[in-house]
Structures are given as C-alpha cells and as structure tokens.
C-alpha cells in the first residue's frame, strides 16, 4: 500500500491564527484538492493527521469539524479525489495527550489501523510539530511553505529542518513524490 499522510490546516486548506471554526472558514489552499486527487488516482492511501485543538478551546465542536471535513470530501469529488481517513486530536496543548502534535499518537493511529511501518511514508506539514511528529513516529517529514510553513522556516532551528524536503504546497510536493516515486 502507498501511504501519504497530510497535515489539513495549512497544507489542504487556508489556516488562520484564530482557528477554521466553521465550514464557511475552511476553504483549499489553491492546488491542494487536485493535487490530493492526483494520489488517489496514481494508487495512493491519503489519511489526515490534524491537530484540533480549538474543540478543546470551545471555538467550535465536533459537529461543526465533521461538517467541515464534509465540505472538504464534496470539494474533493471534482478532482477524483478523497481521503481514506481524519484522524484528529481534540484536545488542548496543555492536556498532555500523546495524540496532540508534536508527539506521534495519531502516527501511531495510522500505522495501526492500516498495519504498517512509517518509515518511507511521507507526512507533508507546515508546522515543526509536523516535523518532530513524523520524526518520532519514524514517517519521512516534508514542509511546504503554506500556512505556517514560512514561519516555521523562518523561526526553527536549522539542525531540525536538516534534510526536509521543502516544497512551495502541497502540489508541488505531490508532484516531486510522484515523480520520486516512478523510479
């Protein structure tokens, strides 16, 4: 099986510093739905791994996160695309679960549910929770500059970001693992 993990806020959808709270808020990041049904249609298992704290924070609640995520598989429909998976941690960062970013829970959800080893399976974030999730979970981490990932790239510490891929969106880094993979 040819897994793909993504982080959703930042890499699919626009992200904001006040939370996607709402199905009107989450809106794609330009490429990102034709390049989520690029995979589909070359063989390619896409599960989410996404951090939802405001849940915890009361800015919104699961219904309005699945109602989201609906909006999300409609959208996909037109590009041949979908997502097998949503797996997302509800809580706060001062919860100290083992599912919230940076730590590997929801890594180790995934690896679970569909009996495999992380270690050739890319996990394309923006954030350097991304990073030290796929990293602790043994996936390969891939950053693209959207969302956060500027600012990521700007404030983390160079010896974190060693040998990580780094592509301008999810397109582009869709594009260089279908190319990587041909070979």
């Known amino acids: 099986m040819k897994l793909i993990i993504l982080d959703r ?12 709270k709402t199905e009107d808020e989450w809106l794609p990041v330009d490429g990102s739905l034709q390049a989520i049904g690029r995979l589909c249609q070359e063989g390619y ?8 704290s405001g849940i915890a924070r009361g800015y919104y609640d699961v219904k309005a996160l ?11 429909e037109q590009y041949s695309g979908h997502v097998e998976a949503i797996f997302f941690c509800p809580h706060g960062p001062k919860d100290n679960c083992d599912c919230r970013k940076p730590k590997p829970g929801l890594l180790r959800d995934i690896a679970s549910r569909y009996q495999c080893d992380l270690n050739d399976v890319p996990f394309i974030g923006d954030t350097i929770s991304d990073v030290r999730a796929a990293r602790a979970a043994g996936a390969k981490p891939v950053l693209v500059r959207t969302g956060k990932g500027e600012r990521t790239l700007a404030s983390a510490d160079a010896r974190e970001l060693e040998n990580i891929p780094v592509y301008e969106n999810l397109a582009a880094a869709t594009q260089a693992i279908l190319l990587e993979s041909e070979f």
């Open 45 to 52: 298992t896409v599960v989410v791994a996404t951090n939802q």
């Open 9 to 20: 806020d930042g890499v699919i959808n626009h992200d904001s510093d006040d939370y996607i």
């Open 66 to 76: 699945h109602a989201m995520h609906k909006k999300m598989s409609r959208m996909l």
